[in-house]
């Protein structure tokens, strides 16, 4: 079976951006955190598996 898998040049959701923090092992951030920080990236990329984020990158630009 070949798995499908897309790239998205494209900022994640608040939702998706917070469980793949956390499912990779990185800090937690509140929703107010991420809702602050997102709208900042420079550039963000997703990877999509069946239309679910399953992976993300970004450069901040929020000072952070």
């Given at each position: 079976?070949?798995?499908?898998?897309?790239?998205?040049?494209?900022?994640?959701?608040?939702?998706?951006?917070?469980?793949l923090?956390?499912?990779?092992?990185?800090?937690?951030?509140?929703?107010?955190?991420a809702?602050?920080?997102?709208?900042?990236?420079?550039?963000?990329?997703?990877?999509?598996?069946?239309?679910?984020?399953?992976?993300?990158?970004?450069?901040?630009?929020?000072?952070?």
């Open positions: 079976m070949t798995e499908s898998y897309t790239v998205l040049p494209a900022t994640p959701s608040v939702d998706d951006y917070r469980r923090r956390a499912e990779s092992g990185l800090s937690p951030k509140t929703e107010a955190a809702l602050r920080g997102l709208p900042n990236s420079l550039f963000a990329v997703q990877v999509l598996h069946e239309g679910r984020a399953v992976g993300m990158g970004r450069v901040i630009g929020d000072g952070g």
